[in-house]
């Protein structure tokens, strides 16, 4: 009796195990893009000042276009996948804690359809380092070296946009544009490279060389066309080679639009003879042919990269108003030569004479094809030391005081309030606008502006700006204004719109 009950119950224990195996496996299993953390580990400590990896694992069906580290809520670091278009990929971002506290770190990937996983998320402590102890000069005083802080450069990107450069037929071409600066306090100590991503597949890579100087600007045009609008990732040292006080503004993913002038176009006209050949209403515009534009190859002469001897300015520092000369040696392996800012093509070896108004770094870059090379110069200018005046008498000249008032700020007019800006599709585009401000210096605008996990900015003299956008998201942006002698305005009050319907 006994044995069959224990049999009984046995019986009834498998049938409560199967019935709860086939439960689980009826459960919907989760879609779309996912993501995870490997390292550091939930509840961890890691040490204050030092780099950490965060090692994730990301996977998307239709392919990872990238994986974002967030910090405390904010974007930290962006990286496209080691292998483009893999639908599995591992990823290796480094942070630095600044400070003792406790952080959130979070990884959300990315797919090429623009879906986001749901953030992967730990939480660790930054502790501070262990503090060495003091050399004892007498039994009874303490020598202490303060410890100086490291002087570092920044770079770091202002804007990414689609340049036009010509037609397909009637499609738009484009090539990517790129402005950036030394937000840091020495110039680059060294060459860096500059890698594209084109929808998360490196495209191409150009070297910039060391000596960029403090504040100054630079840009960047690839030799890479492209139509539509794609997703560009643009990492301004993508080989670290160069320590920089802020690792966290070098790199840029998002999609954009590539967009060009009025179209040429023609009419067909029948003619009173029997031919039917068709009259074109621009007889001097050659028709338009379909084949598409593309990165030439080298022109015979030139293969590889191109080889720079030599680019400098002298003097390097200069007084407002005053003079100085560009020279550069002879350039070899390369079809064309140019120097930018405002100078263009140039012949090799040679020199020019310039006058900035301000400290500006000066690129020279020599192309064969597809591949290119750059060496650049920054020339300081400072402002002119004031004239003596002689006071012969008692009498003093009144001297002008110093212009110290800043502009007033700007208020966004469009679009404001929340407002639902026309979106079609996945991405679209919104127009930034706002009041003008004047004064007796001039006015140069600066506009910030995030949403969809994503922030950009701008500046420039003009009174909107246009943005690329994800449908479906809420954004929002602000101006102010800076005049000729850097008194800058406040921000303006934060101007909020929607793109599309809210997801």
């Given amino acids: 009796m006994n044995g069959q009950r224990l049999s009984r119950r046995l019986l009834l224990w498998v049938l409560l195990i199967l019935l709860m195996l086939g439960t689980l496996a009826c459960e919907e299993q989760p879609t779309g893009p996912r993501a995870w953390i490997d390292v550091p580990l ?12 965060v090692i994730s694992h990301a996977y998307a069906q ?18 496209p996948p080691a292998q483009p278009d893999a639908t599995f990929s591992k990823a290796s971002l480094d942070w630095i804690p600044q400070q003792e506290g406790d952080y959130v770190l979070q990884v959300k990937a990315y797919s090429k359809n623009g879906q ?22 007498r039994p009874i005083t303490a020598v202490i070296t303060p410890v100086t802080p490291t002087a570092l450069s920044d770079l770091a990107i202002v804007s990414v946009d689609a340049m036009f450069v010509s037609y397909k037929g009637t499609v738009a071409l484009c090539k990517p544009h790129v402005v950036y600066r030394n937000a840091g306090t020495v110039p680059v100590p060294n ?36 139509e539509g609008t794609p997703y560009i990732g643009v990492n301004l040292d ?31 006209t029948p003619t009173p003879t029997p031919t039917d050949t068709p009259t074109l209403v621009r007889p ?39 003079s100085t000369t560009l020279s550069w040696g002879a350039v070899t392996n390369a079809d064309s030569v140019s120097i930018e800012p405002g100078i263009g093509g140039v012949a090799t070896p040679g020199s020019r004479t310039v006058s900035p108004a301000k400290t500006t770094t000066y690129t020279l870059t020599a192309r064969c094809g597809g591949n290119t090379q750059t060496r650049q110069t920054t020339v300081t200018v400072t402002s002119a030391p004031a004239t003596p005046t002689s006071t012969p008498t008692r009498t003093r000249t009144p001297t002008t005081p110093p212009d110290t008032t800043p502009p007033p700020i700007p208020n966004p007019q469009d679009p404001t309030g929340g407002e639902s800006v026309s979106c079609p599709g996945a991405t679209g585009s919104a127009t930034l606008k706002w009041s003008s401000v004047s004064d ?19 500046e420039g003299t003009g009174t909107s700006h246009g943005i690329s956008i994800k449908c479906g998201y809420q954004y929002s942006w602000q101006v102010r204004a800076c005049d000729g002698a850097g008194n800058c305005s406040n921000w303006s009050s934060s101007a909020t719109f929607l793109a599309g319907t809210l997801h």
């Fill in 284 to 322: 001097t515009t050659p028709t338009p042919t379909h084949t598409p534009t593309l990165v030439l190859p080298p022109p015979p002469g030139c293969s590889g990269t191109p080889s720079i001897a030599s680019f400098g300015a002298s003097p390097s520092t200069i007084t407002a108003g005053q």
């Fill in 191 to 226: 060459d860096y490279v500059i890698q594209l991503h084109i929808n998360g597949t490196p495209q191409m890579a150009v070297t910039r060389g060391a000596g960029f100087g403090v504040g100054g600007t630079s840009e960047l045009v690839f030799d890479y066309l492209f």
């Fill in 42 to 53: 939930d509840g961890s400590s890691v040490p204050v000042g030092t780099t950490v990896p």
């Fill in 238 to 268: 993508s080989t670290s080679a160069v320590t920089e006080s802020n690792e966290t503004n070098n790199a840029f993913a998002e999609a954009r639009m590539c967009s060009g002038g009025p179209v040429a176009w023609f009419t067909d």
């Fill in 440 to 458: 007796p210096s001039g006015v140069t605008y600066y506009v910030k502006w995030n949403g969809a996990g994503q922030s950009g900015g701008w």
């Fill in 116 to 137: 986001s996983s749901n953030p992967a998320t730990v939480r660790v402590r930054a502790i501070g380092k262990a503090t060495p102890t003091p050399t004892l000069v």
């Fill in 62 to 79: 239709e392919g990872v276009a990238e994986v974002l580290l967030s910090v405390n809520g904010q974007a930290y670091r962006r990286n």
